[in-house]
């Protein structure tokens, strides 16, 4: 029962943190890139950010850039998301998801190309 579970999702007001996770069970996170994506009413799901295998590189979408933070600790089997100075238009569900690839390379947007998905955690950015 190979799985990711999100967590940490919540309404908070415009400026605040959150800090999400993304737990593996039933297989090894540290043998896979980790994808945040995240989807707002009416919008396409998009790709937020991105941690290689080893968590030496990352990628971000321009609009959380210097606001989010991603981190791993393969150790226990999770992956980070922090998130910093949340915005109102941050409110979406934030997925996170897998590839057993080295790096997140030019690809790392691509949904089909994650083969699990978590189920999804709310975040609510309001006042």
């Known amino acids: 029962q190979s799985q990711l579970v999100e967590s940490g999702g919540g309404l908070v007001q415009p400026g605040g943190s959150l800090r999400l996770s993304c737990a593996a069970s039933?297989?090894?996170?540290?043998?896979?890139?980790i994808g945040w994506f995240r989807q707002a009413p009416g919008k396409e799901r998009e790709g937020v950010s991105c941690?290689?295998?080893?968590?030496?590189?990352?990628n971000y979408a321009d609009s959380v850039l210097g606001r989010f933070t991603i981190s791993r600790d393969n150790a226990k089997n999770t992956v980070y998301l922090q998130m910093n100075s949340l915005k109102p238009e941050d409110t979406a569900v934030y997925y996170c998801?897998?590839?057993?690839?080295?790096?997140?390379?030019?690809?790392?947007?691509?949904?089909?190309?994650?083969?699990?998905w978590g189920q999804g955690t709310q975040v609510t950015v309001s006042s």
């Open positions: 998801a897998a590839r057993p690839l080295l790096s997140c390379g030019s690809t790392w947007t691509t949904r089909v190309s994650y083969g699990y």
């Open positions: 941690i290689s295998r080893s968590g030496d590189s990352t």
């Open positions: 039933g297989f090894t996170l540290g043998y896979y890139t």
